[in-house]
């Protein structure tokens, strides 16, 4: 099992741009999340699904769109970038939507702004 | 408004010593508990959640976590820390109900651990 991947590792963006980032799960996990990580603030959900065509805002989703076309993919896109967005971005997944369920995270993708 | 508040931005420590790290939430409904850590470099992996029964959760590590319901607050510790425990602790929670696997994370504790 590779457990969730993320691609690109790295970024760099220039405002305005777009782009997309890839996460993918081999574990056949219901739940999928992107957070993003910014200094002491913490992680931040951005967008959730709890299945296959079925997606959700969370908390900070301004300037990012999702979909989820199969189990194993829930890719990222941003917009129109903006420094704003200049953070570390995680994908998650866990066997439930159910709240107890542990959450396993991918290992990042650093994106900068300019 | 439900959150989580972890009271030490940053943790020093010498090799060997106990710790503890420190969490308080704020929620109208029960929670669901978890603490995560962050090895430089990484994604996040569980260390332990509480979800109901005892109030003492034991994780992977050495590591242990004591709910308080009265004083809301979810601390982690260890007795004896190592070098390699050296990495960045998130505690959080779920809301249960409606709020499927949303987690709420606090602002991280940094814990260092010096020889």
């Known amino acids: 099992n590779a457990g969730v991947t993320q691609t690109p590792k790295f970024q760099v963006l220039k405002t305005g741009q777009s782009m997309t980032l890839q996460c993918a799960q081999d574990?056949?996990?219901?739940?999928m999340s992107w957070y993003r990580q910014d200094p002491g603030m913490g992680l931040r959900l951005i967008h959730y699904?709890?299945?296959?065509?079925?997606?959700d805002q969370g908390e900070v989703p301004n300037g990012y769109n999702v979909s989820r076309s199969t189990t194993e993919d829930f890719p990222l896109r941003l917009l129109s970038a903006a420094p704003s967005q200049t953070s570390v971005y995680f994908c998650?997944?866990?066997?439930?939507?159910?709240?107890?369920?542990?959450?396993?995270f991918g290992p990042g993708t650093r994106l900068t702004v300019t | 408004a439900q959150s989580v508040t972890q009271l030490d931005s940053q943790v020093p420590v010498f090799e060997e010593a106990p710790v503890e790290l420190r969490c308080n939430y704020s929620?109208?409904?029960?929670?669901?508990l978890f603490w995560y850590v962050q090895y430089p470099n990484q994604g996040l992996q569980l260390l332990l959640k509480?979800?109901?029964?005892?109030?003492l959760v034991k994780g992977i590590n050495g590591f242990e976590a004591e709910f308080n319901k009265s004083q809301t607050s979810f601390h982690l510790r260890k007795p004896s820390v190592h070098i390699s425990d050296t990495a960045e602790y998130f505690c959080?929670?779920?809301?249960?109900?409606?709020?499927?696997?949303?987690?709420?994370f606090g602002q991280g504790t940094i814990l260092t651990v010096h020889p």
């Open positions: 929620s109208s409904v029960s929670v669901y």
């Open positions: 699904s709890v299945g296959a065509g079925i997606t």
């Open positions: 998650a997944s866990s066997y439930s939507s159910g709240p107890g369920y542990e959450q396993y």
């Open positions: 509480y979800l109901s029964g005892s109030t």
């Open positions: 959080a929670f779920n809301a249960g109900g409606t709020s499927y696997g949303k987690l709420t």
């Open positions: 574990m056949n996990h219901e739940y």
